[in-house]
């Protein structure tokens, strides 16, 4: 005798439909690789025929989900997935809140400004603004950031839920890439608690050589992180030596985007 539980998937089995499912298999993948897959290179990871991928690749190109770079041939997420994320997680606003506190911390400190959010596992860059040295950094929005060698993943890290931390805490593979590199649960642990004293996040080379990075947290109306500020500079230029002051023109300007995203500290 059919029970009444699988007397439903059946009928819900027959709603199917196979090329939307398809469709974001094909959108998942992709989240996996931020540089893009060529058509060819989804045939063969996906096992899918090739005239599928091209319907499906074809398709969401022409609305604007997907980008193809015309020397690679690589298809990858367009933003327009960063705002159907942000209205998800109620924060569509935020880059218009955030960009002229972004402005005038860039002319403060002379060195890139970068917005993001938490997605999944990664903290996903939404905004940047450049800096005004002559050499800067210019990242494509998009980009990913993992979470226990990067100064904005540790800053969600630190001021996520206790229950969203742990879920996140998880997923973490602890990718060692150099020497500064954190490699385990429990320097994390004591680095996440290092944090929360300090009120910032700092990335010192642990991913790149020569590179540091500060990041701090901005907060919604409920007084829970929704994304963060951070910059970006080379070592000998962004130095151990100046983080504290820069830390407190990130956290000045944090609070001013928190107060416009209608935070009121107890």
Known sequence: MITQEEMQEKNAAKYNIPMLEKSFELLEF???????????ELVNLLD???????????????????????????????????????????????????????????????????????????????????????????????????????????????YLSDEEREKAMQTIQYTVF????????????????RIRKMGYASDLEEEMAGVHCIATPIFNQFGTIAATIWTSGPSGRLDKEKFPETSKELIRTARIISANMGYIPE
């Not at 150099?178 to 608690?193: D, F, P, V, Y």
């Open 178 to 193: 150099n020497k500064h590199t954190i490699a385990n649960e429990t320097q994390m642990r004591k680095e996440i608690n």
């Open 30 to 40: 992709l989240v996996n690789y931020p540089s893009g897959l060529t058509m060819q």
């Open 48 to 158: 899918t025929p090739k005239t599928t991928i091209y319907r499906l690749l074809s398709s969401m190109q022409g609305m604007g989900y997907l980008t193809k770079d015309a020397d690679t041939q690589r298809f990858s997420l367009s933003k327009r997935f960063l705002k159907l994320g942000l209205a998800a997680l109620g924060e569509s606003n935020i880059v218009e809140q955030s960009l002229a506190p972004m402005r005038a911390l860039r002319d403060t400190i002379k060195e890139s400004v970068m917005l993001g959010v938490f997605m999944e596992n990664r903290v996903v860059l939404l905004e940047q603004v450049l800096g005004s040295h002559n050499f800067t950094f210019l990242l494509r929005p998009g980009t990913s950031f993992c979470l226990h060698a990067s100064a904005p993943g540790k800053i969600f890290l630190a």
